[in-house]
């Protein structure tokens, strides 16, 4: 930042703002056990961080300042300082630790221990662990952007848990389509979003209501959900597609078609691109959020699933 | 490598292992194996792309099914040498690109140790000489889906299983095609 201060010229004021500001992804890759750091402004790695234990959540804080990534055959969670690209610590949960989100204020982990039907809340620095059961197959994780709810998928029970954050209690239990998987909370924290693997739809729900108020169509097998410019982007694994759709109306946009078993997706912070990991073809596009162009792409290790919140902002 | 050899336990019978469904919590894996054919993409697809007709795999001793090549319609029962049967649903056809994609909806553990099985199948034109090259791939999950699997459901079985029958399957195709 010293030629911000140095009063560069504004076109050079410019091309560093541009270059400071690119998002970042970390994306686990499960097959080759480790972490690819990719800067989403030049689409190329910027750093890969060896994790083991078949690393596939991931979880950035909302700060930017660290990221969580889920290990479930190694049984640990393991906390990264993201801008020093260093792993400070692997936190042991048992079970097999999958889907993970972040509190708002950074001071809490929600993981889910897929074939142990719980719900784990982590302090990540005094590790104390308070449970909730959540059912069959825990899967995606989400907190709302106010802290105080946690939403978790159910996959084999068909069904969203709303948790609050405060008891760590169970509030209200959400059926949606076959077997939820992501869940992508609104930057209004006002509704939930899940991809349905098996019945190849998104349900949306309103959290003040706790209640499902839509179902969208989408393509085969769909995994996760972004959310930009009141457009839900939904990987379709079996389909290989991102499926487009209007928040508001609910009515379909567009397809994209885009690499082999695509899984994750997230929005960089502005919400101008889309990103997706296909964990076939072992790679990430970048699409425009706006006329759904594939704008880059950008190789990762083998198998990424960046199951979770895999953008980082970058100040 | 006899027909039978295909299906990994078929001929051992090996007695039906009670597993918690198809929940996965492993690790996917991948396996791709290719041959090259000495014949037209059309002609090999014509044989690839009957999703009806699975007689060129071995093992297979009879296909039974509906619904055609319409994706999420079309399924098929494949009838085994030594009784067992696989249970298959289509899930992408395109004809002009000459690919599908279909997953195992049933299978006994016993026959091929995998669970959550997609696999898709393309036949492309041959860098040069006018041949195909045919490319069977496939993501699954072993069998035993929990951590600390029995040997006969860990990683390493489920991909030498599926591995295997891609092999002697192309190799079957290359054969058939080529004699014809």
């Known amino acids: ?315 | 490598m006899s027909p039978l050899a295909v299906f990994r336990i078929l001929a051992v019978a090996a007695a039906l292992t009670p597993l918690a469904a198809l929940a996965h919590g492993a690790t996917p894996q991948k396996v791709v194996e290719t041959i090259e054919i000495a014949a037209p993409p059309a002609k090999v697809w014509a044989v690839v792309g009957d999703f009806q007709n699975m007689s060129w795999l071995p093992g297979v001793v009879k296909t039974q099914g509906e619904g055609g090549v319409t994706p999420e319609i079309a399924k098929r029962r494949l009838f085994l040498a030594g009784g067992a049967v696989i249970d298959e649903r289509l899930v992408q056809y395109d004809d002009a690109a000459m690919s599908l994609r279909y997953i195992i909806e049933h299978v006994d553990f016993a026959v091929l140790p995998v669970g959550n099985l997609s696999a898709t199948l393309k036949v492309s034109p041959a860098p040069s000489g006018g041949g195909s090259v045919v490319e069977w791939k496939s993501r699954f999950y072993r069998a035993f889906p929990g951590g600390n699997p029995p040997e006969q459901y860990t990683d390493e079985v489920a991909i030498k299983a599926v591995s295997e029958l891609f092999k002697s399957g192309l190799a079957a195709l290359k054969a058939r095609v080529e004699r014809e």
């Open chain 1, 1 to 315: 930042m010293s030629f911000l201060r140095a009063g560069a010229t504004g076109f050079l004021l410019a091309l560093v703002i541009g270059a400071a500001h690119a998002d970042e992804a970390f994306v686990p890759n499960q097959s080759s056990g480790d972490l690819t750091i990719l800067d989403l402004g030049a689409m190329t790695p910027a750093a890969a961080l060896p994790i083991g234990g078949k690393p596939a959540g991931v979880a950035v804080s909302r700060d930017g300042a660290r990221a969580y990534v889920t290990s479930p055959e190694g049984h640990f969670v393991s906390v990264i300082d993201a801008a020093e690209r260093r792993v400070l610590k692997r936190i042991d949960v048992g079970g097999q630790p999958f889907g993970v989100a972040v509190s708002p204020d950074g001071r809490r982990l929600y993981v889910a221990d897929m074939n142990g039907r719980e719900l784990l809340e982590i302090d990540p620095d005094g590790e104390k662990t308070r449970r909730v059961e959540i059912g069959a197959m825990p899967s995606g994780v989400a907190a709302t952007p106010d802290g105080r709810l946690v939403i978790a998928a159910a996959r084999d029970d068909n069904a969203l848990v709303v948790v609050d954050a405060e008891t760590f209690r169970r509030v209200a239990t959400i059926a949606v389509g076959r077997h939820p998987y992501g869940v992508t909370i609104d930057a209004g924290g006002r509704r939930a979003y899940t991809a349905n693997v098996e019945s190849d739809d998104v349900s949306v729900i309103d959290l003040a209501e706790r209640k499902l108020i839509a179902t969208a169509p989408v393509g085969g097998h769909p995994y996760g959900v972004a959310l930009a410019k009141g457009r839900a982007f939904v990987a379709n694994q079996y389909a290989e597609t991102v499926s487009v759709f209007d928040t508001a109306t609910f009515a379909p946009l567009a397809t994209i078609k885009v690499g082999e078993y695509p899984e994750s997706v997230g929005a960089s912070r502005d919400g101008g691109t889309i990103y997706v990991t296909n964990w076939f073809s072992n790679d990430l596009w970048s699409i425009d959020a706006e006329s759904y162009k594939i704008t880059g792409k950008a190789p990762t290790g083998d198998g990424p699933r960046a199951f979770g919140a895999f953008v980082r902002p970058v100040d």
